[in-house]
């Protein structure tokens, strides 16, 4: 093994985030930090190789770095080293994995988390995420539907009985109204009165009385992404800021649920974005980070929009990892459409956690398949919350 090297080596690449090793990356937020979103380069194309600055350390130096800051201290890289392993060549891209890989079972284990995911709420949502088909704003064909409790305390029996430990209620809306509330209010003591599992909701943007509510009704996690890094999000939604979105993650954490944030590869980002956006997930600290790659759907602006090559996927599996060596980060849409027959690669490069079964409007594999996998992996299913 390299030796471990004590400066940074992503700071001679001329990034314009000052480096302090072993400190947060300042892309700090706060509430009051509202200032205008930066420009940034331009989107990535996943036909393209990427690119290694001539001043960035070599591919070498960097994974010792990695090596000795995130493996052996613990500590996840900040935004300027992320962007360094970004920009690795295919050529280092085995050899990242396996850090990936042993950064997950030194700080999380062999275990893998099971959760399967419900729409209580489908389509006609008033917002305009352009990489979504359940928006009411564009032509796409998903149509607006409800879910009845008693089908909700079926798909949670269904999701049991797989071995999940997690349960996901799912709703296509902005932010919850009395209506939903009464339906969760309703579903969730109807789940927890009869199957063993823990509840997880997704509702959109809440209010400080609708986090103390969910928390009171025992939602042990709660759902709400990120979506895109902040420099970014106005290209991918405009009827919402990324601000409401962190204010909803800050008022889930001081609640004392567990917070579920995570992201959505593929929507245009640049590699700096995906730096930065992993930069802004460390500091909120979720317990867990759903990584979902785009699968371009009909009639949304992004329809046409070509998937994440299953290399850059790879390789932001393993940032996002060696940037949150202790977070539950979890596969989930897209997955099968941009790694195909690479999936397990995935999970021997830093994912451990699943998503089962379909997704909110798009097929994923049959349960069995994944179970399967993870068998043949040895990695065992666990609910994580309480390990990590
Ligand atoms: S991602 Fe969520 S908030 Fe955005 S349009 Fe889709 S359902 Fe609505």
Redesign the pocket.
Known sequence: MTAPVTAHPASTAGSPVRVVPGARTETAVTREDTGAAAETSAPVSPAEPVAVAATEPSPAELLAYARSEVLEAGRGLDEAAVLAVLRLPDESLNDLLALAHEVRMRWCGPEVEVEGIVSLKTGG?????H?????G?FDSPVRSAWLDVPSLVEAARQTAATGASEFCIV????GPDARLMSQIREGVAAIRAAVEINIACSL?MLTQQQVDELTELGVHRYNHNL?TARSHFAKV?TT?SWEERWETCEMVRAAGMELCCGAILGVGESLEQRAELAAQLALLEPDEVPMNFLNPRPGTPFGDYPPVAPRDALRAIAAFRLALPRTILRYSGGREITLGDLETQGMLGGINAVIVGNY?TTLGRPAESDLKMLADLSMPIKSLQATL
């Open positions: 949502c008033p917002e305009d995420c990489f979504c088909s359940q928006s704003k709703a296509a809306v902005r959109g979506e939604v919402h909110l």
